[in-house]
């Protein structure tokens, strides 16, 4: 590929969490990359799964840490650029507000805690969740890509709010809350969470608050001669919780020093068309139209007084 100017790789902010603070650069890989091959055909267990990924929160995290560390070792002339998103979650503006079409991440833990079905996490309330819309993430791709680079270049740029927009798990929470009272959006009384460092209590709490409760739902579902679901829900949505965990009971800050560098050189109308600037979000905006997003576009059912209108 003679003529190819630029290579553009998204990764995630979560390739590198072996610290509090991570930097716009590229981390070492925690393994020789020579052995990477090696390791693939072994096909490895759970048990040596483990192993390899050494103190990595997951196979995920650890397959990203070693792709930004191969691109950087065999790039050749190629210059590169890496994208590293947080968590993404539904777009601001682009290409419709709210627009969402998953439920990854943490959409599934808004949506089954605000209908009443999830009320325990593990972690803290006040641990940042770095959250970022898709439309940022996609308008710093674009906009990186236009800029030259010299050939043995790597720029990396973070996608994260901690730094400079932080969002605790208490104030997404408690946001979210107030859109599902404003739709009405709970089909269990009283929706509300609990968080626990304990692992004894993660397991009391949801056997009390979860199982037992939903047990009963799906019994009175059962006898007025609908289908139980309450608890299939719960099934599904507590491996979606186990999965997130790491990302619930820790925090960590990302540097967007290359990302504020970047938007600062575009020009007004420029960053009017290509927002991508963490320090443009205000939650109490962005929230009410990621949740009536979910609603839409998710559950295929209209808003009450949307933030999407």
Not at 84 to 105: F, H, K, M, Q, Y
Not at 264 to 283: E, G
Not at 288 to 293: E, L, Q, S, T
Request: hydrophobic share 40%.
């Amino acid at each position: 590929m003679k003529k190819l100017e630029v290579l553009v790789h998204v990764s995630t902010a979560y390739s590198n969490t072996h610290s509090i603070f991570i930097e716009e650069k590229v981390y070492p890989s925690t393994i020789p990359l020579s052995e990477v091959d090696h390791l693939i055909k072994e096909q490895p267990d759970e048990e040596r799964t483990k192993m390899i990924i050494g103190d990595e929160p997951n196979a995920y995290t650890f397959s990203k840490k070693l792709g930004e560390a191969l691109l950087a070792e065999k790039h050749g002339h190629v210059p590169v650029i890496i994208i590293r998103p947080s968590i993404v979650t539904a777009s601001l503006s682009e290409p419709i507000p709210g627009w969402i079409d998953n439920w990854n991440g943490a959409t599934g833990l808004i949506g089954t805690i605000s209908k009443g079905i999830l009320r325990v996490l593990p972690g803290n309330g006040r641990n940042v969740l770095d959250l970022i819309p898709v439309d940022y993430v996609g308008n710093l791709t674009i906009v990186a890509a236009t800029k030259k680079i010299l050939p043995p270049s790597v720029n990396v740029y973070a996608c994260a709010t901690s730094t400079e927009k932080p969002l605790t798990l208490k104030d997404l929470l408690n946001l979210t809350t107030i859109s599902s009272k404003r739709n009405k959006f709970n089909e269990l009384p009283f929706p509300d969470v609990y968080f626990t460092n304990y692992k004894f209590l993660l397991v009391f709490l949801s056997a009390v608050l979860q199982t037992s409760p939903l047990t009963l739902a799906d019994a009175l579902l059962r006898i007025s001669g609908k289908d139980p679901k309450y608890r299939k829900i719960l099934r599904r949505i507590e491996q979606v919780r186990d999965v997130l965990e790491v990302f619930t009971t820790n925090s960590w800050k990302f540097s967007t020093m290359n990302n504020y560098c970047l938007f600062s050189s575009l020009s007004p109308s420029d960053q009017k068309t290509f927002p991508f600037s963490p320090s443009l979000i205000n939650w109490s905006e962005y929230i009410p139209i990621y949740f009536d997003g979910m609603v839409k576009y998710l559950f295929k059912k209209n808003p009450v007084s949307s933030a999407l209108s």
